[in-house]
């Protein structure tokens, strides 16, 4: 008598089937979601540290090229600067009280968008000479060939005047162009509720807001004397600062998947200039 031959499988190895494959998949889940919120936490921190990096980017430039006597207002949330723009080479002082000045070639994006307070220049003892508020006007070729030694003009330079100018000024001496700069650490106006960091050309009133968001904890530190010690008191002489510590904690602009707070990105970044009295 021939046995009888089973197909398929029983209730019970189905069952067993089933939890197993059940398993599998909530295991997958489980590992395709965290591998997800890590992705998007990574790109937030990302973003995070963009934004910090893009601060530095714009302030470093023209903080760095601050001067003697250029820093004239600090705060831990802001820093007030006199930020050269155009420098040159004094020639003769034309009538009317103004003084011309052989600039050197300069970027012309900059140059159009600066707005003069000031120039200052270098006296036969080394010290900076200030003059503001100030005007501009152009010169002309006579002004910087038209006295022994004559001043030569580079190529892609200008001649520009500056009034008025009270103080004799040696021809051959240095001068500069320089505006007000403020840079802030401000409520964001694009993200409302976040900390942005704001140009502001002092003299046109035109404020930029120009990446954010930030965390609250950012903040101006100051530099100060030969040692460059740090502290978060602002000198009480701003003449003793000879450089700021800036700290951007950086922020993406949503909570990544599976969080409920902004990915951060922590940035310190120390700038050093020269300041000392006019």
């Not at 979601?33 to 973003?47: K, P, S, Y």
């Not at 601060?55 to 903080?63: D, P």
């Not at 030694?149 to 500069?176: F, H, K, M, W």
């Not at 007000?180 to 704001?198: D, F, H, I, N």
Request: glycine content about 8%; proline content about 5%; aromatic content about 8%.
């Amino acid at each position: 008598m021939k046995r009888a031959i089973r197909h398929g499988f029983a209730l019970s190895e189905l069952l067993v089937s089933l939890v197993i494959a059940g398993l599998i998949g909530i295991w997958l889940s489980r590992l395709i979601i965290n591998q997800a919120r890590f992705v998007a936490t990574q790109q937030g921190m990302l973003a995070a540290r963009a934004g910090a990096r893009a601060g530095f980017n714009v302030m470093v430039q023209e903080l760095r090229m601050v001067t003697r006597g250029g820093v004239i207002a600090a705060h831990a949330d802001s820093i007030t600067v006199l930020v050269p723009y155009a420098f040159g080479i004094a020639c003769i002082q034309p009538s009317g009280g103004s003084q011309a000045v052989a600039l050197f070639p300069v970027d012309s994006a900059t140059y159009a968008s600066a707005l003069l307070r000031g120039f200052a220049w270098r006296d036969s003892t080394g010290t900076w000479r200030f003059k503001e508020p100030a005007t501009l006007a152009a010169g002309v070729a006579t002004d910087c060939s038209g006295a022994a030694p004559a001043v030569t003009v580079l190529t892609n330079g200008q001649i520009v005047r500056v009034s008025p100018n009270d103080v004799s000024t040696e021809q051959g001496s240095p001068v500069y162009l320089y505006q007000r700069v403020r840079y802030a650490l401000a409520p964001s106006e694009q993200l409302p509720g976040r900390t942005a960091l704001w140009r502001t050309l002092i003299d046109a009133n035109q404020r930029d807001e120009l990446v954010a968001p930030f965390d609250t904890n950012s903040v101006f530190s100051f530099l100060t004397g030969n040692a460059l010690g740090v502290q978060s008191a602002v000198p009480a002489v701003l003449d003793s600062l000879r450089g700021v510590r800036v700290r951007l904690v950086g922020q993406s602009e949503d909570p990544p998947e599976g969080r409920t707070t902004p990915a951060r990105f922590d940035l310190s970044l120390d700038i050093v200039f020269l300041n000392r009295a006019p």
